[in-house]
């Protein structure tokens, strides 16, 4: 079995809905046959742009999320400043 695999950026199945050939230039491109499998189970036909989309969505934080995590996380640093400052004080 191969290691690499045939990928088509706009999949084969859209091209032929628009009549175009499929290898087009720079529509094919090699990849390893485990990200391929990989991307094709995440993303099915999608192009890059559309996984991008489906990332987003899918995949991200909410903006109630978001501003969650910015508030935690600055708690974070806030109690490593005063860890540091505690820790060069006792010297």
């Not at 079995?1 to 009549?19: E, T």
């Not at 087009?24 to 989309?53: D, M, Y």
């Not at 934080?61 to 501003?67: F, I, K, Q, T």
């Amino acid at each position: 079995m191969s290691k690499y695999d045939c990928h088509h950026i706009v999949p084969r199945a859209r091209c032929r809905q628009l009549k175009i050939n499929p290898r087009f230039c720079g529509n094919v491109t090699r990849v390893r046959t485990s990200k391929h499998r990989a991307w094709h189970t995440l993303f099915g036909a999608q192009t890059p742009e559309e996984a991008i989309e489906t990332i987003k969505r899918e995949w991200s934080l909410s903006e109630e999320g978001r501003a969650e995590f910015k508030r935690l996380s600055g708690n974070v640093v806030l109690m490593e400043r005063k860890a540091i400052t505690k820790t060069t004080t006792k010297k």
